[in-house]
């Protein structure tokens, strides 16, 4: 029987040990007590849709509707990613207008550019939204 005691007791001592180290609730759900900084952007409070705006003055933002005419993604044209750093695609300008009720769309556009402030330029042809970005480059 002195045989088996020893044991026993041994394994409750580390039995309670091992509950005694968890963490408690209390403590796991504390947050850190470094402060936290915000960042604020501006962006133009008229425009609705503001996650559409570049993001400064020194670039354009591009909404895509439909499918693209080139075989290559236009996030890999040079000519477009150089003065363009947003770009969102939507399959069909039905989404785009469930998405973007007041978003002023005129004639189905497949292009849309963006500035920091709104809609600089609406195209059907990436030729002439290449061309509208050569002549009308913010950098």
């Known amino acids: ?6 044991p026993i007791i041994a394994g409750m001592l580390l039995l309670t ?6 963490p408690k609730a209390e403590e796991a759900n504390t947050p850190s007590k470094q402060p936290q900084q915000k960042v604020e952007t501006k ?3 008229t425009f609705p849709y503001p996650n559409l705006l570049a993001d400064n003055d020194q670039s354009y933002s591009l909404l ?3 499918e693209q005419e080139e075989q290559t993604p236009i996030e890999k044209d040079e000519k477009i990613i150089k003065v363009v750093t947003n770009i ?4 069909t300008l039905k989404m785009v207008e469930k998405i973007y009720p007041n978003l002023a769309i005129e004639n189905q556009s497949s292009y849309i550019l963006f500035d920091n402030s709104g809609i600089v330029y609406q195209s059907k042809s990436l030729k002439d939204l290449k061309s509208f970005l050569a002549k009308n480059s913010l950098k």
């Open 1 to 6: 029987m002195k045989k088996m005691v020893w």
């Open 17 to 22: 040990a091992c509950q005694n180290s968890e």
């Open 64 to 66: 895509t509707i439909g």
């Open 88 to 91: 969102l695609s939507l399959p």
């Open 43 to 45: 962006k133009d409070s």
